[in-house]
């Protein structure tokens, strides 16, 4: 910064976790699906990483937010699959000293490990396809005039873009919630005076009449609620008339997907799906060695730092995504 003019040289910021927090006013300048508004992470899909683009007329599917590690009903979410913490959003484009450093005084760790999503981000900042993002950004003022007109073309004369990739780890597997249980109705009720929720289901009823010899009975599939807290049915959801039926996004977003489950199970009720669908972490280092490969084929400069790596195969990675290996910093302690 201090060898350039102002406004030559912009840096942008990408924490990573089990996903990237683009934030709400980056990601609000996308085509990104609507089931919620608590976090503002998405899916990318296997193809994406085949290039550095993402248009912002490109259709992403939010990212679902629930809490990914068991926790009780009602309990507080403290780290959730999209981060919502101080520090965890993008930094798009900035030249000042003190706000890049307030920004990675303000990271912490946590959460299952993604580069290749954090290299994702990284490279569609440096690629011209962001450009109209940033450009509203800055008509917003979220962003400094002085990066209007960035991402630079990527063939452009006189321009160098590099990204910086560091981890301390290796990437890991994490779940999402699958396709047709994003959005709509879900199976389940909550009281908003006290937060207690009720499972709705078809419920095998038994109806008797008369007495003695002259007693009947007949079975008729009804429907009933199950209420967790006390391990019991009522014809109503708790709550009555006040009670309210939750969405999936609601519902992910309260519970654990295990503590859902469970509530299955205790009503001895069928869970309409049986597990999240998980992205392993071979399909994440395979993703991002196509992503790095997009970007060095895009002129782009990588380097990559490992610090203090956990195993030979997380140093693999990063020197297969760095611009060459002499682009591969392995350290440990101070050397950093």
Known sequence: LD?????????????????????????GQFNVSDEHDYSHCV????????????????????????????????????????????????????GSRQVLADKIATLTAGGQTSIHTGVKWGAALLDESTRPAIDRLVEAGA???????????????????????MTDGENTAHDQIPDGFRSGE?????????????????????????????????????TRYYVPHNR???ETPYGGQDARQLDYAELWAAGHY????????????????SSLDTVSASDKDQRLSRICQAARDAGIVIYTVGFELPNDNAARVLRDCASSAGHFFLVEGLEI
């Open 3 to 27: 060898s350039a003019e102002e406004g030559a040289i912009g840096l942008s910021v990408v924490p990573y976790a089990t996903q990237v927090s683009a934030g709400a006013d980056l990601l």
């Open 43 to 94: 899916n990318f899909d296997a193809s994406s990483f085949d290039t550095t683009a993402l248009d912002t007329d490109t259709p992403l599917d939010r990212a679902m937010h629930f809490y990914p590690y068991h926790n009780y009903w009602g309990q507080k979410v403290y780290s959730t699959n999209c981060r919502t913490d101080p520090g965890s959003e993008i930094l798009p484009f900035s």
């Open 143 to 165: 962003v400094s005039p002085d990066f209007r007109g960035r991402p630079r073309d990527l063939d452009e004369p006189e321009v160098l873009k590099v990204m910086v990739v």
């Open 186 to 222: 879900s199976e389940f009720w909550i009281d908003p005076e006290d937060g207690f929720v009720s499972l709705e289901a078809e419920r095998e009823v038994r109806h008797c009449e008369g007495r003695g010899w002259w007693r009947t009975c007949e079975n008729s599939w009804e």
């Open 232 to 234: 019991g049915w009522r």
């Open 258 to 273: 295990s503590t859902i489950r469970n509530i299955y199970a205790n009503a001895g009720v069928y869970m309409p799906f």
